[in-house]
Structures are given as C-alpha cells and as structure tokens.
C-alpha cells in the first residue's frame, strides 16, 4: 500500500490520507474542507486534489452523495486512489488523473452541487519558483491560471451551485473578478488570522453560479490561535478528533 517515502496522516475518525514531503497538506486544506463542507444529498466535486485530503475528510462523518476528484499530476493521483482504497471509499470518491481543463467525456457538466479549490497562491512566473516540478505545479499557477479555474468551475456547476477557494489575501481582487467573470458571483467571504495581533493568512471565498450581482456577505474572522499561542475553540471544533494528532 505504502510506497518509499509515504506514510499515513490521520483525518479523523479512523479515516487516513497517504502524504509523502512532496504531496501533503496544511492548515488552509483543513479550512476549506470545513468551509466548503458538503450536504449528505450533493454530487460535488473538488479540483488540484493532491494527495486527496480534502475529498477524505468530508467522508469523515456524513459523506456526500458522490465526489469527483480532478488531480493532473500522476504521482499524487496514485496515492490519493490508494488512500480511497484503503479507506474503502470507492463507492462514493471517484479520482480523476487529468487536466480540470479537459474533463470532457470524464465528468458529466452542470451536475454538480459544489465545486472546491485550494489552488496555486502565486502567479505563474511570479516569487522564486521551486526547483522541484510537484512542488512548483502546487504552489504556482504553472499548469493553470486562476481564470482557468473559474471558468471550469462555471461549467461543472448546476445554475445555482456553490463554488469555494482559500487564497491569499494579496490575491482576493484576483479571485472576485474572476469568479464574476465566469458567471460565478461572490456571496461569502471569510478571512483567516493566526490570532489577533496578525494581518489576515487566508480568505475563504464561496460563489454561486448564476447568482444575482452583489449580496456579498462578510463573516466573522477565524482566528486559529488564542493571544497566548494555544488553538482557539473554533479551530479545535475544526479539527475534530484529527485535533488529537495536531496537538
């Protein structure tokens, strides 16, 4: 099961994700997992998988009805389909090797309730590019642009259908224009603070496609940390029983 390098990262009720150093996750994927969270009746879909973390932990409690998973780089992919194995959860995760420009003939358009990303934070040719190519595609818009994002997002989505990213701040107008641009219109924002005394980390983003312009709503802050350094309640709710293993 277990390849050179690999080993298994507890999520959370006996539920566990194959990572390795050059695919594993973060803080910002546990955040968008909970923000995007699925209902038990939606078929949805999440892009840029990686080593699938994110599909996983919302088959920790309530699954969705279905998750189509779109990862292009083939190493990743592997594991993440061996993590769906391991946890015996071929029935609901379905795991694409592919370009989410491309899905033609591999997913079915505008039949998904919820479309999620956590995508490359820099601009292609943008910041010192990591030398090694997993690491590269997953932090800068290599293989794709967030516009590319935005607009496969609007054509898996059904009228009316959520579509949620995390991001930096420094990329928010990014962000806003192009989910408005593809037919997605803004309708939740969230930004994210390590604790009090700190400028926002992240923002949590949720559009709808088709939606009426404007309405968008802002939310309280997450704050990660209490003042003194320890987990704040709402990051500890977050978490679950993975908290176990971060703490």
Known sequence: MLKKGERFEPLGNGI?????????FSTDTILLANFASPKKHENVIELGAGCGTISLIWCRNVPPKSIASVEIQSTAADMFKRSVEYNNLNYIIKVINGDLRKLDGLVNFGSFDMAAINPPYKIGGGGIVNPDEQKRIAR??????????????ARLLRFGGRFCVCQRPERLTDVLM??????????????????????????????????????????????????????????????GDYKESYL
């Open 140 to 153: 800068h818009e290599t293989e794709c642009t967030l516009d590319d994002i935005t607009a496969a997002a």
């Open 178 to 239: 192009s989910m408005r641009s593809a037919g997605i219109e803004p309708k939740k924002l969230r930004f994210v603070q390590q604790r009090k005394s700190k400028a926002p980390k992240f923002f949590l983003a949720e559009g709808r496609r088709g939606g009426n312009p404007g309405g968008l709503v802002m939310l309280p802050t997450l704050f990660i940390e209490n003042d003194d350094g320890s987990l704040s309640q709402e990051m500890i709710n977050i978490y």
């Open 16 to 24: 566990k994700v194959i990572v390795s150093e050059e695919n594993h």
